[in-house]
């Protein structure tokens, strides 16, 4: 009889383990299952975005690339739906000679991951590579100087002022705010109370005044200082990534706005302290985003680089121009706290 007890608890102990595992099992595939629910064919060829961010210890490092959907691969209300490519870095776009806000990407069998905000290549599919119709849609736009050349601004040749409009947002997050009221940075960035020393006063000395970044004035929630406060309430800065609240902050402000690119050329992100990794700012270049380290949104040096980088093109022509915006830019960027530094 203790043998047939045995026995028989023996095997509902193996019952239950099998019972477990067929559990553990089922929960797996379930959530497999929701998971994949959130992934979609794409359908489209993706703009490439190459992003240049900046550390306090100047070390270089690979950033993952992110690629802007275009078409009907973008279901988000918003229109702007920004994905990183799994297992891809610039390092790998620059070795693939890949222009940013140029370049398009596309793979066949490949997928989005709504989740995850991921575009999913499969091992050993080839990978497209092609250039972005001029003509065809999205807010990936390039926001060079247009018209003005090298030789324009060497020789001050008279020619007509380009001027750029821009959007400055700052974060109000659950556990942290950008520093800087709106008033602050309307005059950090444009001098909009006396600050001789900023964006909008350092472009125009370097381009003759051929190029003026002014700020937004025709969005009646933004008003006419060009600076706007997003909340976003349950949003936890202190130790996260910057990057997805980047975008976290230009979704709610597009919820609220309308599309930001219909009414600024330039949109400034000034993140509020507390985010991990030691990072100054960064802009993906030859497009409208540029996202500043909190205070960095009131250094001359990080609005000059960062600003140029969304317009590389006008970047080269200003330090082909002037090679004292590369000595400000470095004095500046060892000191910043130290104003007026002056072009000479």
């Known amino acids: 009889m203790k043998t047939f007890s045995f026995a028989v608890s023996s095997l509902l102990l193996t019952f239950g383990d099998v019972a477990a595992q067929v559990d553990g099992t089922s929960s797996q595939l379930l959530r497999r299952a929701q998971s994949n629910k959130n992934r979609r ?10 992003s240049d961010k900046e550390y306090l210890d100047h070390h270089v490092e690979d ?17 702007i ?10 390092g790998w ?9 140029v370049t398009t990407l596309f793979a066949s069998n490949s997928v989005i991951d709504d989740d995850t905000d991921e575009l999913i290549i499969p091992t050993g599919e080839t990978i497209e590579l092609g250039r972005r119709n001029k003509s065809s849609g999205g807010s990936s736009k390039a926001t060079g100087a247009g018209s003005l050349d090298p030789a324009d601004l060497i020789w001050n040749r008279n020619l007509a002022t380009v001027v750029k409009k821009v959007l400055v947002l700052r974060i109000q997050a659950a556990d942290a705010s950008t520093t800087a009221s709106e008033t602050q940075l309307a005059d950090d960035v444009f001098g909009a109370a006396g600050d001789v020393l900023n964006l909008k006063s350092q472009f125009n ?12 004035t025709s969005n009646a929630l933004v008003g006419t200082d060009g600076v706007y406060t997003v909340t976003l309430p349950t949003t936890i800065i202190t130790g996260a990534a910057d990057n ?5 902050a230009v979704d709610k402000a597009t919820a609220e706005l309308g599309t930001l690119t219909s009414f600024a050329d330039h949109v400034m992100v000034c993140m509020p302290p507390g985010t991990s990794g030691g990072w100054i700012a960064y802009a993906y270049i030859n497009h409208w985003l540029s996202v500043f380290n909190n205070q960095w949104c009131g250094y001359p040096s990080g609005l000059l680089h960062e600003l140029g980088e969304s317009c590389i093109v006008l970047y080269l022509q200003v330090q082909f121009r ?23």
């Not at 064919?41 to 190459?50: D, F």
């Not at 739906?81 to 610039?90: A, F, H, L």
């Open 41 to 50: 064919a794409t359908k489209n060829p993706c703009v490439v975005i190459l």
């Open 63 to 79: 950033q993952p690339l992110e690629c802007e959907l275009q078409s009907t691969d973008v279901v988000k209300a918003n229109g």
């Open 81 to 90: 739906s920004v994905v990183k490519v799994k297992g891809k870095t610039t």
């Open 93 to 101: 776009a620059k070795k693939n000679g890949i222009e940013s806000g």
């Open 205 to 216: 000395q370097c381009s003759y005044g051929q190029l003026q970044f002014e700020p937004t």
């Open 244 to 248: 997805p609240i980047a975008w976290a």
């Open 322 to 344: 002037l090679l004292s915006f590369v000595r400000l830019t470095s004095i500046c960027k060892i000191r910043p706290q130290l104003e007026p530094c002056t072009l000479l």
